[in-house]
T-cell receptor
Framework: NAGVTQTPKFQVLKTGQSMTLQCAQDMNHEYMSWYRQDPGMGLRLIHYSVGAGITDQGEVPNGYNVSRSTTEDFPLRLLSAAPSQTSVYFC???????????????FGEGSRLTVL | GQQLNQSPQSMFIQEGEDVSMNCTSSSIFNTWLWYKQDPGEGPVLLIALYKAGELTSNGRLTAQFGITRKDSFLNISASIPSDVGIYFCAGQGGTSYGKLTFGQGTILTVHP
């Protein structure tokens, strides 16, 4: 069972570089989301999607772009990396309660990003 | 926006002790979820609560959905070293299609 797969697991960038964090799920979940985790801050929502072609901003969207061309994939793009974006990033998906599911978020293993 | 206050922020306990942590919200939630995160891993669901007043157990873990729908607690009985990790509460409002709001997390350390 693959579940939610994130790549890469580790990445080091220089300030100003761009990159894409990949996320794929094989559970046919409509809802997908990206969180960042920083010490003492919990999990903060960056962007989310309720289905293919639909995305919306979360709590901390600045500096990040997303797209959802398929149900399975939800990549997160850093346009011009800054040291403040050093963090651990988690992709998560769910079958929402309003759609008849449990609402449980399934998380990937995380991508640790360092921006120098 | 919705805010969740989770306490305590950290706990240092001896093996065998019971643990209690809780979350309070400024808003009403229809779903409360409790997650555990092991080092280097993503959070994993421990218990899900869907009704006000609901009390649910999963082995040594017990969680309750508060009557006011603005709070929840998690108890761990007879702690063991593998209980070490970060515990998160998460809540979902009635109109939220999938979005969860997370607490700041409780870091649990268990001394053998």
């Amino acid at each position: 069972n693959a579940g939610v797969t994130q790549t890469p697991k580790f990445q080091v960038l220089k300030t100003g570089q761009s990159m894409t964090l990949q996320c794929a799920q094989d559970m046919n979940h409509e809802y997908m989301s990206w969180y960042r985790q920083d010490p003492g801050m919990g999990l903060r929502l960056i962007h989310y999607s309720v289905g293919a072609g639909i995305t919306d901003q979360g709590e901390v969207p600045n500096g990040y772009n997303v797209s959802r061309s398929t149900t399975e994939d939800f990549p997160l793009r850093l346009l011009s990396a800054a040291p403040s974006q050093t963090s651990v990033y988690f992709c998560a998906s769910s079958y929402p309660r309003l759609a008849g599911g449990t609402g449980e978020l399934f998380f990937g293993e995380g991508s640790r990003l360092t921006v120098l | 926006g919705q805010q969740l206050n989770q306490s305590p922020q950290s706990m240092f306990i001896q093996e065998g002790e019971d643990v209690s942590m809780n979350c309070t919200s400024s808003s009403i939630f229809n779903t409360w979820l409790w997650y555990k995160q092991d080092p280097g891993e993503g959070p994993v669901l421990l218990i899900a609560l869907y009704k006000a007043g609901e009390l649910t157990s999963n082995g040594r873990l017990t969680a309750q959905f508060g009557i006011t729908r603005k709070d929840s607690f998690l108890n761990i009985s007879a702690s063991i070293p593998s209980d070490v990790g970060i515990y998160f509460c998460a809540g979902q409002g009635g109109t939220s299609y999938g979005k969860l709001t997370f607490g700041q997390g409780t870091i649990l350390t268990v001394h053998p």
